[in-house]
C-alpha cells in the first residue's frame, strides 16, 4: 500500500481518549507503555458509509462487542461498556465532518508514569482505550473489487487457537499476518492465504476467505482459527437470503484451486474478488457471478439502499444516533 501523507490523508482532527476528545498530535503514548514491548492490545475496524441519511457506521454495536470479548480473554478490565463504547464512535465520527471513515478504536497495557511498572506481568498497568477515524480507500488497491486480486498460499501457518487465539482481534497476532502480507508482497502478490496448523485453509493476513464451487459457498469454520469476521457473518447472511447455500466446513488447499470463485472479505476489504492464487487462475480469472451479486447486495445494505437479512439493524445513522451527546 502507498504511504500516506498527512497532509493528503483525511484523518478525524479528534481522537477519543479514556472519555474525553482530544487533538490528533495529543494522542501519544510512552515508550514504556506495555503493549508497545509485549503485544498487549486489542482494537477494531469499523467502516462509515456515506448514506442518503448522511453517514452510518455498519454493525458498530457487533464491533464494539468484539472489542469488548477480544478485551475479556486478554483480562483487560476497562470501565467503558458497549454503549459507552458506541457513544464515543459516533463522537469522533460527528465530530471529523468526515462521513465515509474506517474507525479504529484500540484498546491497550499502557504505562502509569507516576508508578511505572516494567515486564512481562500485564496487571499493574492500566488500560487505555483510544478512538482514531480516517478515510481509508480501497485496502487492495482501487481496481480489485472489481478486477480482483492475485494472492498465494503463505508458507507461514495461521496462529492456532491455543497459542494465540484467533478469536480475540489482538495486535499480536498481527506479527503473523506481517509475516504473511510481507512474504507475499516480496513475491508479487497482493496477500497471502495462510493455513491452519492442520494444513486447512485458514484465512489472509487480514481478511476471511470464501470459495464458491458449483453455485454453493463454502468458508473455513471457526476452529480453523480465523477471526469471527463481521462482513463474513453479513456475507452469509446475504447469501442465504439470496437463496444460496453456505457450508461452513474446512477446506484443503487444493480445493481453492478448483474453486469456481475465491473472496476475501473484511471491513477495510470488503469483498475482494480472488483472480489467482499461487498463479493458478481461478474461474474465469474475473470477478465471479456470485461474487458480483453479492458484492451488489453488501454495497447496497452499507448505502442504506437495502434492508439487512432477517431484518436486521446494520447501520446506526451518525446524525440521529440516539444517545450521543455534545461535549
Ligand atoms: N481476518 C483478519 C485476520 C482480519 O484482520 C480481518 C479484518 C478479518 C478477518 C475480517 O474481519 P471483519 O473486518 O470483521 O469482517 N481486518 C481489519 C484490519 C485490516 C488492517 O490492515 O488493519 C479490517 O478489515 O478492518
Excluded at 489482538?170 to 497482493?190: H, P, R
Excluded at 463454502?218 to 480453523?224: K, M
Excluded at 481453492?256 to 470488503?270: C, R
Excluded at 452499507?302 to 432477517?310: F, I, M, T
Aim: with cysteine; proline share 4%; aromatic share 10%.
Amino acid at each position: 500500500m502507498a504511504k500516506n501523507d498527512v497532509k493528503t490523508l483525511k484523518i478525524a482532527q479528534k481522537v477519543w481518549k479514556n472519555g474525553e476528545l482530544i487533538n490528533w498530535e495529543d494522542a501519544r503514548v510512552h515508550v514504556m507503555a506495555h503493549s508497545l514491548h509485549y503485544g498487549s492490545s486489542v482494537f477494531e475496524g469499523i467502516r462509515c458509509y456515506s448514506t442518503k441519511k448522511g453517514p452510518a457506521i455498519f454493525r458498530l454495536r457487533e464491533h464494539i462487542q468484539r472489542l469488548l470479548n477480544s478485551a475479556k480473554i486478554y483480562r483487560m478490565e476497562t470501565k467503558f461498556d458497549c454503549d459507552a463504547l458506541c457513544e464515543a464512535a459516533i463522537r469522533v465520527v460527528k465530530e471529523s465532518q468526515l462521513g465515509q471513515c474506517y474507525i479504529r478504536p484500540i484498546m491497550f497495557r499502557s504505562l502509569d508514569e507516576q508508578n511505572p511498572a516494567f515486564g512481562v506481568n500485564p496487571f499493574p498497568n492500566p488500560v487505555d482505550c483510544f478512538i482514531a477515524a480516517w478515510d481509508w480507500g480501497k485496502y487492495l488497491g482501487d481496481e480489485a473489487v472489481e478486477n480482483g486480486v492475485d494472492v498465494c498460499v503463505s508458507s507461514w501457518t495461521r496462529i492456532t487457537s491455543n497459542s494465540l487465539p484467533a478469536m480475540a482481534k489482538a495486535s499480536a497476532n498481527y506479527m503473523n499476518s506481517q509475516l504473511i502480507k510481507m512474504e507475499a508482497i516480496l513475491n508479487g502478490f497482493a496477500e497471502g492465504i495462510a493455513l491452519d496448523d492442520r494444513g486447512y485453509v485458514s484465512e489472509g493476513s487480514g481478511e476471511n476467505i470464501f470459495v464458491v464451487k458449483d453455485g454453493e459457498i463454502y468458508t473455513p469454520p471457526l476452529g480453523a482459527s480465523i477471526l469471527p469476521g463481521i462482513t463474513r457473518d453479513s456475507v452469509i447472511k446475504i447469501a442465504r437470503e439470496l437463496g444460496i447455500k453456505v457450508h461452513e466446513t474446512s477446506i484443503q488447499r487444493a480445493a481453492l484451486y478448483v474453486a469456481d470463485e475465491v473472496f476475501f472479505t473484511g471491513t477495510a476489504a470488503e469483498i475482494t474478488p480472488i483472480r489467482s492464487i499461487d498463479r493458478i487462475t481461478i474461474g474465469s480469472g474475473k470477478r465471479g457471478e456470485i461474487t458480483k451479486k453479492l458484492q451488489e447486495a453488501f454495497f447496497e445494505i452499507v448505502h442504506g439502499e437495502r434492508p439487512a437479512p432477517n431484518q436486521e439493524k446494520w447501520l446506526t445513522y451518525v446524525e440521529d444516533a440516539r444517545f450521543y451527546h455534545r461535549v
